[in-house]
C-alpha cells in the first residue's frame, strides 16, 4: 500500500514544483466545473489565463494585471512575514478598508485645496489606519491571550459596518445629491493616486508593492529580524532562548500587515476605485492569503502569484461578460487552488512509498 | 425612540431562534476540536449547508428533507478538508480557510437560480401543555422543531463526551494522539468521523438560517455566524454546557440590537449590526479560556 515517509528536510524540488502543479491541477478540475456548467472547457480557460495577456484587447487587459494585482501583493506580503511567525492575521481585508478610510478622511479633509504635501499626508494616514486596526487583534493576544484568528476576522465585519456609516454619513459627498459614497478621490488631483506613466496602469500602489518585495526579501534573507521571523515559526521555544521576544514579534509582525494592507487600501481609494462607497472592498485581503501561500511565503513567489491571481480576476471578468460564466465561479476556483495546493505540499515534506506489508 | 415597544417575553422568545444556527455550528465544532482538529472552514461548511438546504427544500417542499440535505451537503464538504489535513497532513489553519473561501463561491454558484424564493414554510411547534404555561409557555416551548433538535444535540453530545467510551477515545485522540496511537485506537479514523459530524452540524445551522431565520437564499447570508461558532468554541472552554450559555448570549446580543435598531435608538443601524461582532471580542478577551485539547491542531502522522 502507499504509504508516507517524513523526508530528512522538505525537498528543493518540489518547493518549487508544487505551486506548478496546484495551478495545472487546478486548470484541470476548474475545466471540469466549466464543462459542468455548459461551457467549453478549454475556451473558457483559454479566456481566464489567456485572454488578458495574448488577445487583440491585451492592451486594455495589461495595466489591469498591476492594477488588480498591487493590493494582492502588498497585502501579501504583510502576511507572509505573520505566518511564517506562525502569527495568523487573517483580517486583512478589514486593514484593508480602515486604511482607506483613514486616507480617504485626510485627503477629504484638506478638500479643495491643492498642495502637494497632501497625498503623502494620505499615505501616512492610511498606513496607520490599517496598522491601528491590525494592533487591536495583536494587543489583545499579547496582553490577554485572545485568540487572533478570531478577533481579527471578527473585525473584519465591524469594518465594513464602518464603511457602510462612512459611505452614508461622515464621509458622504455633501454635493452628492444624497447618494451614498464619497467625493472622488481620483478626480481630485492633490489627493489623486495617478498612474505614473499614462496607460500603463503603474500607479503609486504599483511602485509601493515593488518596493515592497524588495525591502521583505532583504528582510527576510538578509537581516535578523527575518531570521527570527522564520525561527520563531519553525521553533518557537529556540527563539526564545535566543532572546526573540515573542510579544514583540507578535506586534510587530502584525504592525507589518496591517501597514501593508492599510497602503493597498489607500491607493485603491485614491486610485481605481476612487471614492469611499459600501461595495469599496472587493476582498482583496482573503485573496491575498491565497497569494502569500501559493507564493510559499516568500517576496518573489508572492510577486508571482500576485500577478497569476490578478490574472483570474480579470480574465473571470472577461469570461462572465464573454462567455456568461458566474463570476462565482472564478471564487471557486481560487479556492480550488489553494486546496491543491495545500494538498501537494506533501510532496514537499513527505516521500511516497509503496509498501507490501499491511499497516 | 421607543424602547417600550420592545416585549421582553418576544425577545427571549427570539433569542432562542436566534441562537440556533451558531449553537449547531458550534456544537459540531466543539466535537471537531475535542478530537483535535482546528475546522476554521465553518462559515464555508454553514453557508454550503445554508444552499443546500434551501435548494433541497424548495424541490421537495419539505424543510425536513432540506435539513438533511444541509446535513449531507456540509459533511460532504468537511470531507475535503478531512482528506486534506487527516491524510494529505496539510496545515489545519490554511485549509480551513481554503475551505471557507471555498464554501462561499461554491453557495454563491449553487444559489444562482434561487434567489428571491420563499423557502417552505417551517411551522413552530405548540407544545401541548408547557406550551400553555404562561410567561414561559411562549419563551421556551413554542419553537420550531430545529430549536430542540439543538439542544438535543448539544444534550446528546454532552453524555457522550462524559459518559459514554466512544467519548473517551474521541478526547484521548484530540488531547495526546500518539498516546491514543499507541493504545491502538485508529486516530485519523476518528477523525475523519469528528469532521464529518462537524461538518453535517455545521450545516444543519446554516440551512437553519435560510429555512426558519431569514428564511430566504441571499449571497454570504452567514455574514461571519460560522465565525461566531468558532469563537463559542472558545468561549465554553470546549465544555457543551458552557457553549449554550454562550450561544444564548449572541443570541441575546444579535436579537437586541435588532429590535433596538426597529424601535429606532439615537445611534446608527452600522453600530448596533457592529454589536454582535464586538461582543464576541470582548467575551473572548474577558473569558479566559479553559485548557484546549492537547492535540489541538497538530497534524498526526504515525510514523511507527
Same mark, same amino acid.
Given at each position: 500500500?502507499?504509504?508516507?515517509?517524513?523526508?530528512?528536510?522538505?525537498?528543493?524540488?518540489?518547493?518549487?514544483?508544487?505551486?506548478?502543479?496546484?495551478?495545472?491541477?487546478?486548470?484541470?478540475?476548474?475545466?471540469?466545473?466549466?464543462?459542468?456548467?455548459?461551457?467549453?472547457?478549454?475556451?473558457?480557460?483559454?479566456?481566464?489565463?489567456?485572454?488578458?495577456?495574448?488577445?487583440?484587447?491585451?492592451?486594455?487587459?495589461?495595466?489591469?494585471?498591476?492594477?488588480?494585482?498591487?493590493?494582492?501583493?502588498?497585502?501579501?506580503?504583510?502576511?507572509?512575514?505573520?505566518?511564517?511567525?506562525?502569527?495568523?492575521?487573517?483580517?486583512?481585508?478589514?486593514?484593508?478598508?480602515?486604511?482607506?478610510?483613514?486616507?480617504?478622511?485626510?485627503?477629504?479633509?484638506?478638500?479643495?485645496?491643492?498642495?502637494?504635501?497632501?497625498?503623502?499626508?494620505?499615505?501616512?494616514?492610511?498606513?496607520?489606519?490599517?496598522?491601528?486596526?491590525?494592533?487591536?487583534?495583536?494587543?489583545?493576544?499579547?496582553?490577554?491571550?485572545?485568540?487572533?484568528?478570531?478577533?481579527?476576522?471578527?473585525?473584519?465585519?465591524?469594518?465594513?459596518?464602518?464603511?457602510?456609516?462612512?459611505?452614508?454619513?461622515?464621509?458622504?459627498? &455633501?454635493?452628492?445629491?444624497?447618494?451614498?459614497?464619497?467625493?472622488?478621490?481620483?478626480?481630485?488631483?492633490?489627493?489623486?493616486?495617478?498612474?505614473?506613466?499614462?496607460?500603463?496602469?503603474?500607479?503609486?500602489?504599483?511602485?509601493?508593492?515593488?518596493?515592497?518585495?524588495?525591502?521583505?526579501?532583504?528582510?527576510?534573507?538578509?537581516?535578523?529580524?527575518?531570521?527570527?521571523?522564520?525561527?520563531?515559526?519553525?521553533?518557537?521555544?529556540?527563539?526564545?532562548?535566543?532572546?526573540?521576544? &515573542?510579544?514583540?514579534?507578535?506586534?510587530?509582525?502584525?504592525?507589518?500587515?496591517?501597514?501593508?494592507?492599510?497602503?493597498?487600501?489607500?491607493?485603491?481609494?485614491?486610485?481605481?476605485?476612487?471614492?469611499?462607497?459600501?461595495?469599496?472592498?472587493?476582498?482583496?485581503?482573503?485573496?491575498?492569503?491565497?497569494?502569500?501561500?501559493?507564493?510559499?511565503?516568500?517576496?518573489?513567489?508572492?510577486?508571482?502569484?500576485?500577478?497569476?491571481?490578478?490574472?483570474?480576476?480579470?480574465?473571470?471578468?472577461?469570461?462572465?461578460?464573454?462567455?456568461?460564466?458566474?463570476?462565482?465561479?472564478?471564487?471557486?476556483?481560487?479556492?480550488?487552488?489553494?486546496?491543491?495546493?495545500?494538498?501537494?505540499?506533501?510532496?514537499?515534506?513527505?516521500?511516497?512509498?509503496?509498501?507490501?506489508?499491511?499497516? | 425612540?421607543?424602547?417600550?415597544?420592545?416585549?421582553?417575553?418576544?425577545?427571549?422568545?427570539?433569542? $432562542?431562534?436566534?441562537?440556533?444556527?451558531?449553537?449547531?455550528?458550534?456544537?459540531?465544532?466543539?466535537?471537531?476540536?475535542?478530537?483535535?482538529?482546528?475546522?476554521?472552514? =465553518?462559515?464555508?461548511?454553514?453557508?454550503?449547508?445554508?444552499?443546500?438546504?434551501?435548494?433541497?427544500?424548495?424541490?421537495?417542499?419539505?424543510?425536513?428533507?432540506?435539513?438533511? +440535505?444541509?446535513?449531507?451537503?456540509?459533511?460532504?464538504?468537511?470531507?475535503?478538508?478531512?482528506?486534506?489535513?487527516?491524510?494529505?497532513?496539510?496545515?489545519?489553519?490554511?485549509?480551513?480557510?481554503?475551505?471557507?473561501?471555498?464554501?462561499?463561491?461554491?453557495?454563491?454558484?449553487?444559489?444562482?437560480?434561487?434567489?428571491?424564493?420563499?423557502?417552505?414554510?417551517?411551522?413552530? @411547534?405548540?407544545?401541548?401543555?408547557?406550551?400553555?404555561?404562561?410567561?414561559?409557555?411562549?419563551? =421556551?416551548?413554542?419553537?420550531?422543531?430545529?430549536?430542540?433538535?439543538?439542544?438535543?444535540? =448539544?444534550? +446528546?453530545?454532552?453524555?457522550?463526551?462524559?459518559?459514554?467510551?466512544?467519548?473517551?477515545?474521541?478526547?484521548?485522540?484530540?488531547?495526546?494522539?500518539?498516546?491514543?496511537?499507541?493504545?491502538?485506537?485508529?486516530?485519523?479514523?476518528?477523525?475523519?468521523?469528528?469532521? $464529518?459530524?462537524?461538518?453535517?452540524?455545521?450545516?444543519?445551522?446554516?440551512?437553519?438560517?435560510?429555512?426558519?431565520? =431569514?428564511?430566504? @437564499?441571499?449571497?454570504? $447570508?452567514?455574514? +461571519?455566524?460560522?465565525?461566531?461558532?468558532?469563537?463559542?468554541?472558545?468561549?465554553?472552554? @470546549?465544555?457543551?454546557?458552557?457553549?449554550?450559555?454562550?450561544?444564548?448570549?449572541?443570541?441575546?446580543?444579535?436579537?437586541?440590537?435588532?429590535?433596538?435598531?426597529?424601535?429606532?435608538?439615537?445611534?446608527?443601524?452600522?453600530?448596533?449590526?457592529?454589536?454582535?461582532?464586538?461582543?464576541?471580542?470582548?467575551?473572548?478577551?474577558?473569558?479566559?479560556?479553559?485548557?484546549?485539547?492537547?492535540?489541538?491542531?497538530?497534524?498526526?502522522?504515525?510514523?511507527?
Amino acid at each position: 500500500m502507499l504509504m508516507l515517509e517524513k523526508r530528512p528536510q522538505p525537498s528543493r524540488g518540489w518547493t518549487f514544483a508544487t505551486p506548478i502543479l496546484a495551478v495545472v491541477l487546478t486548470m484541470l478540475f476548474g475545466g471540469l466545473l466549466f464543462a459542468a456548467l455548459g461551457q467549453d472547457p478549454l475556451v473558457t480557460i483559454r479566456t481566464i489565463f489567456l485572454d488578458p495577456l495574448f488577445s487583440e484587447f491585451a492592451w486594455f487587459y495589461r495595466p489591469q494585471l498591476l492594477i488588480k494585482g498591487a493590493p494582492l501583493v502588498l497585502i501579501a506580503i504583510g502576511l507572509s512575514f505573520g505566518f511564517r511567525a506562525g502569527i495568523w492575521n487573517i483580517g486583512a481585508e478589514g486593514q484593508y478598508i480602515v486604511g482607506a478610510i483613514c486616507g480617504a478622511a485626510v485627503g477629504l479633509a484638506f478638500y479643495p485645496m491643492e498642495s502637494f504635501i497632501i497625498f503623502p499626508l494620505m499615505i501616512l494616514a492610511g498606513a496607520f489606519g490599517g496598522l491601528l486596526w491590525a494592533m487591536i487583534p495583536g494587543i489583545l493576544r499579547v496582553r490577554f491571550g485572545t485568540n487572533e484568528i478570531l478577533v481579527s476576522l471578527m473585525l473584519v465585519y465591524v469594518a465594513e459596518q464602518l464603511l457602510a456609516s462612512m459611505a452614508l454619513g461622515a464621509l458622504r459627498n &455633501p454635493d452628492g445629491m444624497g447618494f451614498p459614497g464619497s467625493r472622488n478621490l481620483s478626480q481630485y488631483e492633490s489627493a489623486a493616486n495617478l498612474e505614473i506613466i499614462a496607460g500603463s496602469g503603474m500607479h503609486w500602489g504599483v511602485v509601493t508593492a515593488f518596493i515592497a518585495v524588495i525591502v521583505a526579501y532583504v528582510a527576510l534573507s538578509r537581516h535578523i529580524f527575518g531570521f527570527n521571523v522564520r525561527l520563531s515559526g519553525q521553533s518557537p521555544r529556540a527563539a526564545r532562548f535566543a532572546g526573540v521576544n &515573542p510579544s514583540v514579534l507578535v506586534l510587530i509582525c502584525m504592525a507589518i500587515s496591517g501597514a501593508l494592507a492599510g497602503l493597498a487600501g489607500l491607493f485603491e481609494v485614491a486610485g481605481p476605485a476612487g471614492q469611499i462607497s459600501i461595495d469599496f472592498n472587493v476582498g482583496y485581503g482573503f485573496t491575498a492569503i491565497i497569494v502569500a501561500f501559493l507564493g510559499r511565503l516568500h517576496p518573489v513567489g508572492i510577486l508571482l502569484a500576485g500577478g497569476l491571481m490578478a490574472l483570474t480576476y480579470i480574465g473571470g471578468e472577461i469570461a462572465q461578460s464573454n462567455l456568461g460564466l458566474p463570476i462565482a465561479a472564478i471564487q471557486i476556483l481560487q479556492g480550488m487552488l489553494l486546496f491543491f495546493l495545500l494538498a501537494v505540499d506533501v510532496l514537499t515534506n513527505y516521500r511516497i512509498t509503496w509498501t507490501r506489508q499491511v499497516a | 425612540m421607543d424602547l417600550s415597544s420592545i416585549n421582553p417575553i418576544l425577545l427571549l422568545a427570539s433569542l $432562542m431562534v436566534a441562537a440556533t444556527p451558531i449553537l449547531l455550528a458550534a456544537i459540531g465544532e466543539l466535537v471537531v476540536e475535542r478530537a483535535g482538529v482546528l475546522n476554521l472552514g =465553518v462559515e464555508g461548511m454553514m453557508i454550503t449547508g445554508a444552499v443546500c438546504g434551501f435548494v433541497v427544500a424548495v424541490a421537495t417542499t419539505s424543510p425536513w428533507l432540506g435539513f438533511l +440535505g444541509a446535513a449531507v451537503g456540509g459533511a460532504l464538504l468537511s470531507l475535503i478538508f478531512g482528506f486534506l489535513t487527516q491524510f494529505l497532513l496539510s496545515n489545519q489553519v490554511a485549509t480551513g480557510l481554503a475551505l471557507t473561501l471555498f464554501g462561499l463561491g461554491l453557495s454563491a454558484l449553487m444559489g444562482q437560480g434561487y434567489i428571491g424564493i420563499k423557502a417552505p414554510a417551517f411551522p413552530d @411547534w405548540h407544545i401541548p401543555l408547557l406550551g400553555d404555561i404562561p410567561v414561559i409557555g411562549p419563551i =421556551v416551548f413554542q419553537h420550531d422543531p430545529m430549536v430542540y433538535v439543538g439542544l438535543a444535540i =448539544v444534550a +446528546g453530545i454532552w453524555a457522550f463526551l462524559k459518559y459514554s467510551r466512544a467519548g473517551l477515545i474521541l478526547r484521548a485522540v484530540g488531547e495526546n494522539h500518539e498516546a491514543a496511537h499507541a493504545l491502538g485506537y485508529h486516530v485519523v479514523r476518528v477523525r475523519m468521523l469528528a469532521i $464529518m459530524f462537524g461538518g453535517a452540524c455545521a450545516g444543519l445551522g446554516g440551512a437553519y438560517l435560510s429555512l426558519v431565520r =431569514v428564511p430566504q @437564499w441571499t449571497e454570504g $447570508m452567514t455574514a +461571519g455566524a460560522g465565525w461566531i461558532a468558532l469563537a463559542i468554541v472558545v468561549f465554553a472552554s @470546549w465544555r457543551p454546557g458552557r457553549l449554550l450559555l454562550g450561544a444564548y448570549l449572541f443570541g441575546g446580543v444579535t436579537v437586541l440590537q435588532l429590535n433596538l435598531q426597529a424601535a429606532g435608538v439615537a445611534i446608527g443601524v452600522e453600530y448596533l449590526s457592529m454589536a454582535p461582532y464586538l461582543a464576541t471580542i470582548a467575551v473572548l478577551v474577558i473569558m479566559r479560556a479553559g485548557r484546549a485539547p492537547g492535540s489541538l491542531g497538530q497534524s498526526f502522522h504515525a510514523s511507527r
